[in-house]
């Protein structure tokens, strides 16, 4: 077992955490069968402290793993067809897919993500890629995952020869290089690895996509890749539309993405009662139900372990596990985040990220307000990331509703959370 203490831990890789080792699955589609998901919970509990968590990529986490126990597991999930080869090919086999995969969009893209994973697995040349690299594919349906942070994207749109992929770089704001078939993607992909590979092993502060783009320049990688073209891209769902009932799924929020495994048997197992398909992992920290026929049943047997109401305030919260949970917390997040909940009610969108350290783990962009911890209290930043500068500090848990209201109160719209 090789332990890392870092951002992107997996399964063959786990990250030693406050309460055990994380162990990171990655699931392909992020589709799960019901039977899957109760086998994933079954295993939560007999190896783990029984709690799950989904990450802003699709991946769903075991917790609580103790070293003796993280040997079994593995050999578990192996059998379960839910780790890799390799611990050098999970760790970049970053694959994110639009959540409704297969049942909505322009083209079925599963073939095109199982493709991709199969080269990212199998190619070591993929492997001599950082770890935190992350690959998108959109299938210009109803829920593009426009906002997850990735360095490639392929994203399907409509055109007079057909469906065909847009190529968007992170760093390449605003244009797609060249359109392409589904058919040229792998060949595609290696093009894209290998120019960044090479890259950086000129420069080893090229550590992401955004880095070569500035160093190289769009110009030049057009040159390499293909003409430039004007980006459509579309903005990412909101959350509080996840959580309404749909005509094709039913979405059930985690609040700050942590649950246990007794919540996803119940999905499973009331899911399947109510005749829907599978349940689809997105990078929103919510799960969906689809193909659901008696929806609103569904939703009401899950009010009590999900977030069902769009309403709710925790739909606007950001928050890490923080302490004891997470050995870098310095302050408990998880636990205030929920007590400032309530100020959000009704609000639409991101507005608060509450992180237990420096790093902004749980939001690693920028937030209307972000809470960092700092030696048991919080620092206070406005319009920035964990890392900005604050602009009050030394806050207790117990200020923060006072300091916070009337700040949360004032936001009546996105425009008004944009002028911040």
């Known amino acids: 077992m090789s332990l890392i203490k870092g951002w992107c831990p997996g399964a063959l890789r786990p990250m030693q955490t406050g309460d055990g080792l994380l162990v990171r699955l990655r699931v392909s589609c992020g589709i799960l ?51 890799d080869g390799s611990a050098e090919s999970e760790a970049v086999r970053n694959v994110i897919a639009s959540p409704l995969a297969g049942l909505s969009g322009l083209v079925d893209i599963r073939p095109i993500v199982q493709a991709l994973e199969q080269n990212l697995e199998s190619n070591e040349a993929f492997w001599r890629l950082p770890g935190k690299f992350g690959w998108a594919v959109d299938d ?32 390449a704001d605003g244009v797609w290089f060249g359109l392409h078939s589904a058919a040229e993607i792998p060949a595609l992909a ?53 959580v309404n009932v749909q005509n094709n799924f039913v979405g059930a929020a985690i609040p700050f993405g942590v649950f246990d495994a007794d919540a996803l048997e119940l999905l499973a197992n009331t899911a ?26 569904l939703a009401g ?15 606007s919260i950001a928050a890490c596990p923080g302490a004891p949970d997470c050995s870098s917390g310095e302050t408990a997040a998880a636990k205030d985040a929920l007590a400032l909940a309530p100020l959000l009610k009704g609000k639409s969108g991101l ?70």
Not at 45 to 61: E, M, P
Not at 301 to 315: K, Q
Request: include cysteine; proline fraction near 6%.
């Open 33 to 83: 069968s019901f039977a899957r998901a109760r086998q994933i919970a079954a295993l939560a509990r007999k190896f783990g402290n029984g709690r799950l968590g989904l990450s802003a990529r699709s991946n769903l986490q075991m917790r609580g793993v103790s070293e003796a126990n993280f040997p079994p597991l593995i050999e578990e999930l192996r059998a379960l067809g839910l780790v």
């Open 140 to 171: 210009g349906g109803p829920l593009p995952p426009g906002d997850v942070t990735v360095d490639v994207r392929f994203e399907a749109v409509r055109t007079a020869s057909g469906v065909r992929f847009g190529l968007a770089l992170a760093g």
């Open 190 to 242: 290696d093009k894209i690895a290998g120019l960044f590979v090479a890259a950086r092993a000129q420069d080893l502060k090229i550590r992401r996509m955004k880095h070569l783009v500035m160093a190289r320049g769009i110009a030049k990688l057009s040159e390499q890749l293909a003409p430039c073209l004007p980006r459509v891209a579309l903005p990412a769902p909101d959350l509080a539309h996840l």
């Open 272 to 297: 399947e009662k109510y005749c829907a398909t599978d349940l689809r992992l997105t990078p929103w920290r919510c799960l969906l139900a689809t193909g659901v026929r008696e929806a609103d049943k």
């Open 301 to 315: 047997a899950l009010a009590e372990r999900f977030v069902m109401e769009a309403s709710d305030g925790r739909l």
């Open 351 to 420: 507005i608060l990220h509450v992180s237990g350290c420096s790093k902004g783990c749980a939001h690693p962009a920028k937030a209307p307000f972000t809470l960092v911890g700092r030696a048991g209290k919080y620092d206070l930043i406005v319009n920035g990331d964990a890392k900005s500068g604050p602009v009050l500090s030394g806050l207790t848990p117990q200020e923060l509703t006072k300091v916070l209201g009337p700040r949360t109160d004032a936001i009546r719209s996105r425009t008004q959370l944009a002028a911040l």
